[in-house]
């Protein structure tokens, strides 16, 4: 009795598939195909044979890692049979990666992206403020950690104002909430946002591994800091964020001032100012010195003593010339004078020779000395006038020394 294709094929498939409960099968992987629908479909393959297998989308969701071409894994999960084709493939439940742990592989397989995407380089990460004063604490308001970060944080810099975001630090939703504490913290003006958490295994640190909390710290404007675990632990965020703290309590030594060592500074930077100060005030004071002294030196008063102490000597200077040109002069005027008082009385004496002379003629021409030889005055109208000017009938007065006589003119005769 002959059997249909399909009845064959379901003996085969009801065989496999309840021989095969239970496989686990090591191989490369190639040919990796991601539907819409959230389902993987790949091949496992060796040297000798390949065989299909497909990952539904509720278990591709727990993986850890990213499924690469020629990466060697462990599938583990059931022969199935796809009845339409034939064909027999692996229904995947885990895949864990040949010879690592899934997480160890996730974590050099996210990391090795986001450095060639730029998240870690040094010239993107942002400078910490030196003297922050309002900082974000993202991390369990239960944990250990914060209360460490507190205490360090009030003995060494109290003028500081934290706000802590209370998020979960490890478990499924912790790295959504962390990433979203970053981004609202962000919005909100602090100096610094810290993340971070005490020490615990590679599962209770994944959060911080995870690429939503990467993605976060990368997009924040706000300088971040990464203070997560031991200092043996490293995760993602340590290298995305601004500065890495190998513990919380060490983070904050690491961002804040130690206020007593501020202190000791300014101390130290006082006296050091005031003996600056002092040794500019005496420098100042030399220099003000040199200054007063050199300006009473060029100074006006000074000036004009020095040029009225010149005009005085110049003033000696000019009355002995000039005692001495008089004296020289002196000297040559006497015989001059001798000669000019010779002249003089000789000018004098015919002068007044002259003068008789004149005074002779004067005294001899003065008709009151004529008058009195027999002589009278001969005037008109008060002008003494002579007798050849007078006319027939004209009033005229004659005077001598003694007695004025009015006449009228009778007769004129020429004596010639």
């Known amino acids: 009795?002959?059997?249909?294709?399909?009845?064959?094929?379901?003996?085969?498939?009801?065989?496999?598939?309840?021989?095969?409960?239970h496989v686990s099968v090591e191989g490369e992987?190639?040919?990796?195909?991601?539907?819409?629908?959230?389902?993987?479909?790949?091949?496992?393959?060796?040297?000798?044979?390949?065989?299909s297998a497909v990952?539904?989308?509720?278990?591709?969701?727990?993986?850890?890692?990213?499924?690469?071409?020629?990466?060697?894994?462990v599938v583990s999960g059931s022969i199935t049979v796809y009845k339409p084709s034939g064909n027999y493939q692996i229904r995947a439940l885990s895949i864990a990666p040949a010879g690592q742990g899934a997480l160890a592989l996730a974590y050099e397989q996210l990391k090795k992206e986001l450095s060639e995407l730029g998240y870690f380089d040094a010239a993107r990460k942002k400078s910490l403020p030196r003297y922050p004063r309002r900082i974000a604490l993202i991390t369990s308001a239960t944990g250990a950690a914060l209360q460490d970060m507190l205490r360090v944080a009030s003995g060494r810099w109290?003028?500081?104002?934290?706000?802590?975001f209370d998020v979960l630090v490890q478990g499924e939703s912790a790295a959504l909430q962390i990433a979203q504490a970053i981004?609202?913290?962000?919005?909100?003006?602090?100096?610094?946002?810290?993340?971070?958490r005490g020490g615990g295994s590679v599962e209770d640190l994944w959060a911080f591994n995870e690429r939503v909390v990467a993605d976060a710290l990368f997009a924040a404007q706000t300088p971040t800091v990464s203070a997560v675990g031991h200092e043996i632990d490293w995760v993602i965020s340590d290298f995305v964020a601004d500065l890495r703290a190998p513990t919380p309590s060490a983070a904050m030594q690491l961002i804040l001032p130690d206020q007593h060592e501020l202190l000791q500074g300014i101390d130290v930077m006082m006296t050091r100012l005031e003996r600056e100060v002092l040794r500019q005030l005496a420098k100042k004071s030399e220099?003000?010195?040199?200054?007063?002294?050199?300006?009473?030196?060029h100074s006006i008063e000074r000036k004009i003593e020095a040029h009225a102490q010149s005009i005085v000597q110049l003033r000696v200077q000019m009355n002995q010339q000039m005692g001495q040109k008089l004296a020289h002069h002196a000297q040559s005027l006497s015989p001059l004078r001798e000669a000019f008082d010779r002249a003089v009385r000789q000018k004098l004496s015919i002068a007044a020779q002259q003068l008789s002379q004149l005074c002779a003629a004067v005294q001899s021409s003065d008709p009151k000395l004529r008058v009195a030889r027999g002589f009278a005055q001969v005037s008109q109208e008060g002008k003494v006038v002579t007798l050849e000017a007078l006319h027939v009938d004209e009033i005229v007065d004659l005077a001598d020394e003694k007695v004025t006589v009015r006449a009228r003119v009778v007769e004129k005769r020429a004596l010639r």
Do not use: C, P
Request: proline letters at 0%; a positive charge; aromatic letters at 8%.
């Open 1 to 21: 009795m002959s059997l249909t294709v399909g009845a064959l094929t379901e003996q085969i498939k009801n065989l496999l598939e309840t021989t095969f409960l």
């Open 29 to 51: 992987l190639s040919r990796i195909t991601r539907h819409n629908s959230g389902h993987i479909y790949f091949t496992l393959k060796d040297a000798d044979a390949t065989i």
């Open 55 to 73: 990952m539904f989308r509720a278990n591709a969701a727990g993986l850890k890692f990213r499924l690469e071409e020629g990466l060697k894994v």
């Open 158 to 164: 109290r003028a500081l104002h934290v706000s802590v």
């Open 183 to 196: 981004g609202r913290a962000d919005t909100m003006g602090f100096d610094m946002i810290v993340i971070g």
């Open 287 to 297: 220099a003000l010195s040199y200054m007063q002294e050199s300006l009473k030196r």
